[in-house]
């Protein structure tokens, strides 16, 4: 999940597979531009894309077997560094050795495709002493952020000691810990480690909010009626039963104060919404919803998420051939990959041939329950703050 609601959730970046037709006189002519250069030093941005393409025309297997051109490649990954195209090129020619690179792209992108990519790549190598380095340093949080995209359980394995460990706690900001809980309740393990903690009365109480409000919207049922008991949902609590919708829609409501909540926290629509611009870009945009759904629907589709679930935004749960997996909307569907969307915006990009099964889930990803994390009177000023936002 990304830092803050508030956050607008970064632009998309480009990243697509590139493309690898079989080997022709152009690409040839490519080879040989691409020799050219590596005498020069460093790279002209302008030939950098040629080298690129010419590389991946002729794929993984010519490049290492050609000293010259594994040294072209060499050139290559080292101007792309702390790019998107790095990570590319290291997933494409399977480099290793290159995760101090890859922890930099997952730091400055970890919401994104290509540092969700590194993040993948840096749980499946081989250096623990990098990952360690790299939790205990300045961009713990963001490379924290990056593995909970990941869908790799590994994740899990990292990030626990962040909030357990007491002599590793000490070295790490409450930004950390906090970000590490919230990695770590997108994997139903860290979920049920967290409650584990709770359970032994060794959870911090600095963690408790956090830990309460993303295991109070967790997708497994046990879990979250765990989290119900033991870490229930923060002030502003509303625990008795909700009036039927016809008094509901008697009420009247402030919406100035209704687009606080909206924003708040333990609230959470900002975290999958975007309003004009501001929230993170999961759910439907909501800057028209107004003009799109009256009050009555408008209630229901907080009381009961699952009531009608918006076309293209359909859950799904993707199993990996190796056990991980992936939980979120699926953006494209092509013939190599399926991409994911996650809960916090990230696209997860996995192969088609790693996958074992996907499910469509019945449930929405908008979580139940949510009209409890506020007073009766604020979710009718919620209301009235969305039924305000009209196409202008
Ligand atoms: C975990 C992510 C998540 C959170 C948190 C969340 N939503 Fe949603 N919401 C979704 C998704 C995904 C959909 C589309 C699927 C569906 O309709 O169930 C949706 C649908 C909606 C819709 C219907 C949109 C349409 O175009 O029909 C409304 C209204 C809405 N959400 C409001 C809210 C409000 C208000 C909150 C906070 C109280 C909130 N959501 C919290 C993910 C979320």
Redesign the pocket.
């Known amino acids: 999940m990304s830092q803050g609601a508030e956050k607008k959730s970064s632009a998309p970046l480009q990243f697509q597979r590139l493309l690898r037709p079989t080997f022709s006189m152009k690409h040839l002519w490519l080879l040989l531009a691409a020799f050219t250069i590596v005498a020069a030093e460093p790279i002209p941005p302008e030939r950098l894309a040629t080298m690129i393409d010419a590389l991946t025309r002729l794929g993984p297997e010519k490049v290492h077997a050609n000293p010259k051109l594994a040294e072209a490649l060499g050139k290559v990954i080292d101007a792309t560094r702390g790019t998107p195209q790095f990570v590319q090129l290291i997933r494409e020619f399977v480099v290793k050795g290159q995760e101090t690179g890859l922890l930099e792209v997952a730091a400055k992108f970890p919401s994104d495709e290509a540092g969700v990519a590194a993040a993948q790549l840096i749980l499946a190598s081989t250096n623990r002493a990098a990952i360690t380095a790299a939790l205990a340093g300045t961009n713990a949080a963001a490379i924290a952020q990056s593995f909970g995209n990941t869908g790799d359980k590994r994740a899990v394995g990292w990030l626990l000691p962040l909030i357990t460990n007491a002599n590793v706690q000490l070295n790490h900001s409450i930004a950390v810990r906090k970000q590490a809980v919230r990695s770590l309740a997108q994997f139903q393990e860290g979920a049920a480690q967290m409650l584990a903690l709770e359970r032994a009365g060794k959870l911090s109480d600095d963690l408790k909010f956090t830990a309460s409000v993303e295991l109070n919207?967790v997708r497994w049922p046990e879990l979250k009626a765990e989290a119900l008991k033991r870490l229930p949902p923060p002030a502003g609590q509303n625990d008795k039963p909700l009036p039927p919708l016809i008094e509901l829609l008697k009420m009247k409501g402030d919406a100035r104060n209704g687009e606080k909540v909206?924003a708040r926290e333990e609230?959470?629509?900002a975290?999958?919404?975007v309003v004009n611009g501001r929230g993170i870009d999961?759910?439907?945009a909501?800057s028209e919803?107004g003009t799109?759904?009256g009050r009555d629907a408008?209630f229901e589709?907080?009381l009961d998420?699952?009531a009608?679930?918006?076309f293209g935004?359909e859950a799904w749960t993707v199993e990996m051939k190796n056990g991980d997996e992936v939980f979120g909307?699926v953006v494209s569907d092509a013939a190599v990959d399926l991409a994911v969307k996650l809960?916090g915006g990230a696209v997860n990009r996995l192969k088609k041939a790693d996958i074992a099964k996907r499910t469509q889930s019945k449930v929405?990803?908008?979580?139940t329950g949510?009209a409890q994390t506020m007073p009766l009177q604020e979710l009718v000023d919620?209301v009235d703050y969305?039924a305000s936002l009209k196409k202008k």
């Open positions: 919207a909206f609230v959470g629509c975290k999958c919404h999961f759910g439907p909501l919803i799109k759904l408008l589709s907080i998420p699952n009608g679930i918006s935004y909307l809960q929405s990803i908008m979580p949510l919620l969305l």
